[in-house]
């Protein structure tokens, strides 16, 4: 079997984001910009952002071109997608462009899938786990006579077929609750039944500290969430546990259903968070890089509020607000504390969280039977890769 170097076979360089502050690189713009959140199957086909000439002009964001590999570098690792249009993208994705006629797309695209475990293992980071450029340019790829990778593209694009039609009824059913949000309460920013608008910090607790717990102390349990264990669609992975010593200083406090928010980007503008579900003992700890939102017993609930932040509006008034320098920037607590809200009743936040909850249990049915087509489609990974 002939091996390469990604490096000998592709160019392999990172994206970059225009400064949110300048409104001309952003205002109107026409050129697709993507972020993880977009990467949701084989092909890339929609962006959720666009950028202007001029954005594109003074920022490292790179316009890669139709056919380019698009592989998730930093905070979530190891996604990858095919570029079904010229786009450019956030520092947190490497574009692969393929200069060697020996290997096709879709052979490369299963190849670096079948990768993922071990990259996640090799990735570093405190604050967010990332791959370096580096490493993945050193990938060694396998290289079969075209006539086999065909084969092997068509075997893996049938079992891809069945888990793209799974996650597209996850897609819509996370695309009605956000409806029905609309349908209930109006969009974030908006007062359309005049319930009149306050700060999202005074309807909430925002950061609460981990001393009015009476729960923690020394030998007690906690689920253990770093920013890898939530996903950009509210799941969250709450499975590992800690004990209280281990974790009581530099990770963030928690308790069931409160919610987390990403603060970094561009995990933030990923759409990263959750609603604290299934922790040990009611209790968890994470990421520093999250803000938690907990709400307030007869004025809030968890899913009125994580519903709220997962909108491409909210997270672009986080986005136009964070600080710091470039890589490092986040949404500061104040933006939180005064983002203007209408609270609707909360006899409606409560008949709106019903039925969220029954969009969940149909949404684990669907989970359940996309976690077993993903198991075959690794076996046959395994089969085809080693």
């Known amino acids: 079997m002939l091996y390469k170097r990604l490096e000998e076979i592709a160019i392999v360089s990172a994206g970059g984001t225009p400064s949110r502050s300048n409104k001309e690189y952003w205002s109107n713009g026409n050129i697709p910009w993507i972020k993880i959140g977009d990467i949701t199957e084989k092909y890339v086909r929609n962006s959720s952002e666009y950028i202007t000439q001029l954005g594109l002009e003074n920022s490292p964001a790179k316009l890669f071109k139709k056919g380019t590999l698009l592989y998730t570098i930093f905070a979530t690792i190891g996604e990858v997608a095919i570029l079904d249009y010229e786009a450019t993208t956030n520092q947190a994705i490497a574009g692969i462009e393929l200069i060697d006629n020996a290997i096709i797309n879709e052979y490369l695209y299963y190849y670096l899938i079948s990768l993922k475990s071990e990259v996640i293992r090799r990735s570093r980071g405190v604050a967010q786990n990332n791959i370096n450029l580096g490493i993945l340019k050193n990938f060694n790829i396998p290289i079969p ?7 092997i593209v068509e075997a893996l694009d049938k ?50 500290k981990k001393n009015q717990d009476q729960r923690l102390g020394s030998g007690v349990n906690v689920s253990f969430v770093p920013m890898q264990a939530v996903t950009e669609t509210g799941e969250i992975d709450a499975s590992e546990v800690k004990d209280y010593d281990e974790v009581k200083t530099g990770f963030t406090y928690f308790a069931e259903n409160d919610v987390l928010f990403a603060k970094i980007t561009p995990c933030m503008e990923n759409g990263k968070g959750a609603i604290a579900k299934g922790l040990c003992n009611g209790i968890g700890f994470g990421s520093t890089e999250f803000h938690v939102l907990r709400p307030i017993r007869g004025k809030t609930n968890s899913y009125w509020m994580y519903t709220l932040t997962v909108f491409s509006k909210f997270r672009r008034d986080a986005a136009n607000n964070m600080t710091g320098s470039a890589g490092q920037r986040r949404v500061p607590v104040s933006f939180l504390e005064n983002y203007r809200v209408s609270v609707p009743p909360i006899a409606l936040q409560e008949q709106f969280a019903k039925f969220v909850e029954e969009i969940d249990k149909s949404k684990f049915e669907i989970q359940k039977s ?15 890769f080693g």
Not at 145 to 151: F, G, I, N
Not at 174 to 195: A, C, N, T, Y
Not at 370 to 384: S, T, V
């Open 145 to 151: 006579p075209l006539e086999t990778q065909k084969k």
């Open 159 to 208: 079992a891809q077929a069945l888990i793209d039609a799974r996650k597209e009824q996850i897609r819509l059913m996370d695309e009605l609750v956000k409806s029905r949000f609309v349908e209930m309460f109006g969009l974030p920013g908006s007062d359309i039944h005049g319930w009149g608008m306050a700060s999202f910090g005074s309807v909430c607790n925002i950061n609460p």
């Open 370 to 384: 996309l976690e077993k087509l993903e198991i075959q489609k690794k076996a046959l990974m395994q089969k085809y």
